[in-house]
């Protein structure tokens, strides 16, 4: 992968929310865009802004009425109890707010664009994809529409087979699982938390053949995941040769995240991202959760770094020290007293540790699994 890796944003993400009481009601990736640009590292050359997508696009995954129901809800702010009940609209986890159709259509364009600029190699970022929950007719933990799902059927439509799907959020990819489970041809592999919503993707969960979840103890560390890292995702990718890899990069399973009890830095995340870059001739990086406004921010700016080949600095110049100050985190304990770190650095203290033996043991069985794989 030569070309300069491409990352694609949009200013429809600053100061929308979910609302003042969801978990999303925190910036994220305008946090990134713009932590990125204070530290010169998002020149205009690499920086695509996202197309909204038309309906006809999302319909290659999504049913069509429920998307002229999640563009009426915008309309008119409002959905009726039938298709609250039949679609998950309009509840606490899925609200209707101002940009209910506009800001996942466009995360989903951005995704859909990226397949078709990857068409003969490189790298994309998109960090407000990675909607991995969302149903066809259904809006699922806080997914209105899967825009990975809507990337694997664009990459098909570019002749290509073989597409690798590896998701390091801390809820499984359920949205992803129901669309390609039984793909011969599309391999899945997860990490999460064990016992957490969705409460899918056991360990024994196989689909076609070519689905891997490995659920995560709770308080897993840094060296869970280097472990997990070498000992699965590294070689059932490089076994599955794919020619092109989506990499949803969830920033909720550090542990400042208040919507996971695992426990990793973010030096965790990067290590996978610096990783799977050379298996790939396409590689697509999506964001996902991420729930404290300064480690999904931090953590994001950090996997464009990695993306791009930087060193990340020990402490942050003043411009982009200013961008985290400004944030806030309302409604939450986390956001009263927040470490200087978080303002003065990207980089997490590591948290390594031993391994522990629910990990050893979940590879040993994946790895006898591996043996047989065909």
């Known amino acids: 992968m030569t070309a300069p890796p491409r990352f694609i944003g949009s200013e429809i993400y600053r100061g929308s929310s979910y609302g003042p009481l969801h ?59 039938a298709e609250r009940a039949r679609h998950g609209l309009g509840t606490a986890s899925n609200p209707i707010y101002p940009e209910v159709y506009r800001r996942p259509a466009t995360a ?28 066809p007719d259904r809006a699922n933990g806080f997914c209105y529409l899967n825009d990975p799902c809507l990337a694997i059927l664009a990459f098909r439509r570019l002749g290509l087979r073989r597409i690798a799907y590896v998701d390091i959020d801390a809820h499984h990819c359920d949205g992803v699982a129901h669309g390609f489970a039984d793909d011969p041809d599309v391999l899945i592999l997860s990490t ?7 409460f899918t993707g056991a360990i024994d969960e196989r689909g076609a053949g070519n689905m891997w979840n490995l659920p995560l103890p709770r308080a897993a560390h840094d060296g869970d995941m280097a472990a997990v890292r070498d000992g699965l995702i590294l070689p059932v990718v490089q076994r599955f040769r794919p020619e092109a890899l989506i990499l949803q990069c969830g920033a909720d399973a550090v542990s400042e995240d208040p ?18 870059c050379a298996l790939t001739p396409r590689l697509l990086v999506l964001g996902g959760g991420g729930y404290n406004p300064w480690s999904v921010g931090r953590l994001w700016t950090g996997v464009w770094a990695t993306l791009r080949g930087i060193d990340i600095p020990a402490r942050l110049p003043v411009a982009a020290q200013s961008v985290l100050r400004a944030l806030e985190f309302n409604g939450n304990r986390l956001g009263r007293n927040p470490p200087e770190h978080w303002f003065t650095t990207l980089r997490d203290p590591p948290r390594d540790g031993p391994v522990s033996d629910a990990v ?11 043996r047989v794989w065909a």
């Open 108 to 135: 989903a364009g951005g995704s859909i664009m990226a397949a078709g600029l990857l068409k003969d190699g490189g790298v994309i970022y998109n960090p407000g994809g990675g909607t991995h929950h969302g149903l």
């Open 360 to 370: 050893r043991d979940r590879l040993g069985v994946l790895s006898d699994r591996m």
């Open 259 to 276: 919507l996971s009890r695992l426990a990793m830095s973010n030096n965790a995340h990067w290590s996978v991202v610096a990783a799977l």
């Open 192 to 198: 999460h938390e064990e016992r957490r919503w969705p």
């Open 23 to 81: 978990p999303l009601r925190v910036p994220r990736v305008s946090t990134v865009m713009d932590l990125s640009r204070a530290l010169g590292w998002l020149p205009r050359a690499q920086y695509l802004t996202s197309p909204r997508a038309k309906p006809a696009s999302l319909a290659a995954w999504h049913d069509p009425t429920y998307l002229a129901v999640l563009q009426r809800a915008e309309r008119e702010g409002r959905v009726t109890d």
